[in-house]
């Protein structure tokens, strides 16, 4: 077994049972690693605090242009060299940007770890975005978000974090918009990827059949000489004001059969992680499948909706709880009206025990089955570690065993407010 060479790289402490270890580096790199011995497989994911939130207005969609840019070589690497050599040894990579975060990840053999590291870690930290890859690159791009105006869900979304966002950039869309892509320039991408992909900014995670003492010298040895950090805008992120009434807004969009009605409310951030965990288990009993509330009343006894569902996403500075319902638009008022009530009697009435012991389980079993794979703890790892940190995440059945009904009607109170929330709807032209 090799020796761990980087007696720099010093361990974070953890919990005596917790699976998953995490070294800080000096100039505050982070790397957590988890050895799963029965697994042929290693999966790297590296986290860059270097999300769509880190834009300044007019910089908007340019984490998520980087992101594609990542992937068009550096001096030493020709576009397409790196996706070749990864798919030469039978391997997957992909990658991905939020408000948060971005996020790059290969999945090899454990036996290719060595050989495909230094190629990820060459292409984050000296991305050469050169101008004829940029103009070209800048078309895909400008072609998703075309994509995305004939998607009535993503529209809605949109309408809904710009109305339930006034001043936080969660308001703005991760991809961005026509007129801020068309106004970026190389030389701007250079400076925000220098400025922001800084070692105190990324993670690195390992998992699967690779040794600790092999992950941390590798990722040691690959993650040297940073870019150094370029002029960026800097700007500051605005505490978003409290929302005190019900915002509305209606979209009129052309060939919508099915009207979307979206019910959407500000929750904790990730200080308040308790919190957020109790938003996730009533986003289960409200509605999560066929034996919550909203569904077995709205759909499968009234029949007003052809389906509806909650949905709770966790977000560094405040996360969203949303209810979202596909019905005709007859029955837009009345289904708002219902929602709006069952809300009301979670403020009142505590959840009988049957209830919420199923909504516990089912919550436990999504984790269960969502960190089966290497790839999968992987993730969970890389984005806890990117908003707190990365051991929280194997506490997650725990404390959601420990809720209990009092508690989560006070939270119900709290946060799922019957008169302070967004409203958005989409309907089709024909009902103008």
Not at 26 to 46: K, R
Not at 320 to 338: D, K
Not at 340 to 346: G, K, P, S
Request: charged share 25%; aromatic share 10%.
């Amino acid at each position: 077994m090799p020796q761990i060479q980087n007696s720099h790289l010093l361990r974070v402490p953890t919990q005596a049972d917790c699976p998953v270890r995490i070294f800080r580096r000096d100039d505050g790199l982070t790397v957590v690693h988890q050895y799963v011995a029965t697994s042929p497989v290693a999966v790297t994911d590296v986290w860059v605090k270097a999300g769509a939130a880190s834009e300044p207005d007019e910089w908007s969609g340019m984490a998520h242009f980087l992101e594609h840019m990542i992937f068009k070589g550096t001096e030493r690497l020709a576009p397409g060299c790196f996706d070749l050599a990864i798919e030469s040894c039978g391997g997957v990579t992909n990658a991905a940007t939020s408000h948060d975060y971005a996020h790059f990840f290969i999945t090899t053999a454990a036996t290719h770890f060595r050989e495909t590291l230094p190629n990820l870690a060459e292409l984050l930290l000296r991305a050469a975005i050169p101008e004829e890859e940029f103009r070209r690159e800048r078309d895909v791009v400008l072609e998703e978000i075309l994509q995305s105006y004939d998607n009535p869900d993503d529209l809605l979304f949109e309408a809904t974090m710009e109305e339930l966002y006034r001043r936080h950039p969660y308001r703005r869309p991760v991809l961005g918009t026509e007129d801020s892509l068309m106004g970026r320039s190389p030389e701007e991408m250079r400076n925000f990827h220098s400025s922001h992909y800084q070692p105190d900014k990324m993670t690195v995670v390992v998992v699967g059949g690779v040794s600790e003492a092999e992950a941390l010298d590798r990722v040691d040895e690959s993650f040297r000489n940073f870019p150094t950090p370029a002029n960026c805008p800097n700007f500051p992120i605005e505490a978003e004001p409290p929302l005190l009434e019900v915002r509305r807004r209606e979209l009129r969009l052309p060939r919508l059969e099915m009207a979307r009605l979206n019910l959407a409310w500000v929750g904790p951030g990730i200080d308040r992680i308790c919190d957020a965990y109790g938003l996730d288990l009533l986003s289960v009993i409200l509605a999560a499948g066929r034996s919550s509330r909203l569904v077995r009343e709205l759909r499968e006894r009234r029949q007003w909706v052809q389906g509806i569902t909650s949905y709770f996403s966790l977000q560094r500075d405040s996360s969203l709880f949303t209810i979202s319902a596909w019905l005709e638009p007859t029955y837009l008022e009345v289904v708002e009206r219902t929602i709006v009530d069952r809300l009301h009697q979670l403020h009142v009435e505590p959840i009988p025990e049957a209830e919420l012991d199923r909504a516990k389980r089912q919550l436990r079993n999504d984790y269960a089955f969502s960190t089966e794979t290497p790839a999968q703890l992987a993730g969970l790892y890389g984005y806890y570690q990117t908003l707190t940190q990365a051991q929280i995440a194997v506490m997650y059945p725990e404390r959601i065993q420990a809720f209990d009904a009092e508690t989560l009607r006070q939270l119900a109170s709290q946060y799922l407010t019957v008169d302070r929330y967004v409203a958005t709807v989409a309907i089709g032209d024909e009902w103008c």
